[in-house]
């Protein structure tokens, strides 16, 4: 059964702090894998993807790694903002005639003064 | 970049009563979007993938005669839930695919949801 699973469920740190969020999955045969940003109430907007090929994608303050034999990724944030409190959901995509995504639970990210 | 708009963005209605959702691709050209499902702190269920101009295709357990989705066009889907219950209430959102089908990259971009709360 293809899953994705994320870790921790929850975090908090400080603003100013870095940290990084977890995302092992079991999807096969994988595409891709995408990371989401959501925030509470609203839909979930793109912050990554990459295919098998890329180890290593950057936006801004947000770097996300892929090693794809060990079916793992992560989510680095750096020199964490207020406004980075939100839900990261990583999504991986499987190639079954067609293209279907399989989401995880995500973690709820808290960023404190 | 590209936009999703998705109207209204909450809506209250009384039981039994139907509620229509709308979803519309700004900037682009949407030959696939997606509905979603999803209750507090948990992710997004997949409901449905709805094709331009041909019947949507509803996941296990998604009635599709009670959430109707219509994508008439190559920028807009709406869903509508029909004889709406209090445990119908959830976040809706949707989701449209840029570019071809065929393309496993392509960007999803997403809709900012609806909540709807049925009394």
């Known amino acids: 059964k293809n899953q994705v699973e994320q870790s921790p469920q929850s975090l908090i740190i400080l603003e100013g702090k870095n940290c990084t969020l977890q995302c092992n999955y079991t999807v096969s045969p994988f595409s891709n894998l995408r990371w989401y940003k959501q925030d509470t109430g609203r839909g979930p907007v793109s912050l990554t993807i990459?295919?098998?090929?890329?180890n290593t994608k950057s936006n801004g303050r947000y770097t996300a790694t892929l090693d794809a034999d060990t079916k793992q990724s992560s989510l680095h944030i750096t020199a964490s903002q207020l406004s980075d409190s939100a839900s990261y959901i990583c999504v991986v995509s499987v190639w079954e005639g067609g293209n279907k995504l399989t989401f995880g639970t995500g973690t709820q990210l808290k960023v404190e003064l | 970049g590209a936009v999703v708009s998705q109207h209204p963005s909450w809506v209250i209605c009384k039981s039994g009563t139907s509620v229509k959702i709308e979803c519309r691709s700004l900037d682009f050209q949407a030959t696939t979007m997606f509905w979603y499902r999803q209750f507090p702190k948990q992710s997004l269920m997949l409901m449905a993938t709805s094709n331009e101009g041909s019947k949507a295709t509803y996941e296990q357990g998604v009635e599709k005669d009670k959430f109707l989705i219509n994508h008439a066009s190559l920028t807009l889907s709406t869903l509508t839930v029909t004889s709406a219950h209090p445990e119908d209430s959830s976040f809706y959102i949707c989701?449209?695919?840029?570019?071809?089908?065929?393309?496993?990259?392509?960007?999803?971009?997403f809709g900012n949801g609806t909540r709807l709360t049925v009394t």
């Open positions: 990459m295919t098998f090929s890329e």
């Open positions: 989701s449209a695919r840029d570019g071809p089908q065929s393309s496993y990259n392509s960007p999803l971009h």
